[in-house]
T-cell receptor, first 115, second 112 residues
Framework: NAGVMQNPRHLVRRRGQEARLRCSPM?????VYWYRQLPEEGLKFMVY????????ESGMPKERFSAEFPKEGPSILRIQQVVRGDSAAYFC?????????????FGPGTRLTVL | GDSVTQMEGPVTLSEEAFLTINCTYT??????LFWYVQYPGEGLQLLLK?????DKGSNKGFEATYRKETTSFHLEKGSVQVSDSAVYFC???????????FGQGTRLTINP
């Protein structure tokens, strides 16, 4: 059973460009979470999605950031008009349905560098 | 709000030394508590967890006990190895909320 997959692993963008980060949850998992890790800091929750629904986006910046988890395909975290402060590691996690979401399985992360 | 405070790092120990990494929390509800480990260049892996007071989570020689009276969940290992070098994160989730709240992480380096 493959784990949570994220791609790309490393992404370099210039200021003003768009960044698209992809997350494929573990097989059978329909809950996806996105976290951001700034250098030398802990992970901060961004958004929680189920298939075709955003459940909790309380950690998402109000502008430029969006997330989706379509019926088919991976979850996408999209950052428009990136700025240097967006440079971070972005981690996706997934959990199965119908159980407590206490245990989340993390992907290897996408490291975004904004030049 | 809910928060987790971890012992400041970095921590450097010699092989076979005793390890303690302190973690305290504040939570509005009755949280579940976790320790995650992050090896260089990798994502987080669940190390252990405890879901109610006085529970002890254990894995790979690591232990942590859920202490409600002191709101703590300190990580311990009796004899560390070089392969334990990593960043360790304490985290909580509150019943009814779907997100994990993380501490800032503690970088551990074990020298041979």
């Amino acid at each position: 059973n493959a784990g949570v997959m994220q791609n790309p692993r490393h992404l370099v963008r210039r200021r003003g460009q768009e960044a698209r980060l992809r997350c494929s949850p573990m097989k059978g998992h329909s809950h996806v979470y996105w976290y951001r890790q700034l250098p030398e800091e802990g992970l901060k929750f961004m958004v929680y999605l189920q298939k075709e629904n955003i459940i909790d986006e309380s950690g998402m910046p109000k502008e430029r950031f969006s997330a989706e988890f379509p019926k088919e395909g991976p979850s996408i975290l999209r950052i428009q008009q990136v700025v240097r402060g967006d440079s971070a590691a972005y981690f996706c996690a997934s959990s199965p349905p119908h159980v407590s979401p206490d245990t989340q399985y993390f992907g290897p992360g996408t490291r975004l560098t904004v030049l | 709000g809910d928060s987790v405070t971890q012992m400041e790092g970095p921590v450097t120990l010699s092989e076979e030394a005793f390890l303690t990494i302190n973690c305290t929390y504040t939570a509005t509800g009755y949280p579940s508590l976790f320790w995650y480990v992050q090896y260089p260049g990798e994502g987080l892996q669940l190390l252990l967890k405890a879901t109610k007071a006085d529970d002890k989570g254990s894995n790979k020689g690591f232990e942590a006990t859920y202490r409600k009276e002191t709101t703590s969940f300190h990580l311990e290992k009796g004899s560390v190895q070089v392969s334990d070098s990593a960043v360790y994160f304490c985290a909580l989730s509150v019943q009814g909320a779907q997100k994990l709240v993380f501490g800032q992480g503690t970088r551990l380096t074990i020298n041979p």
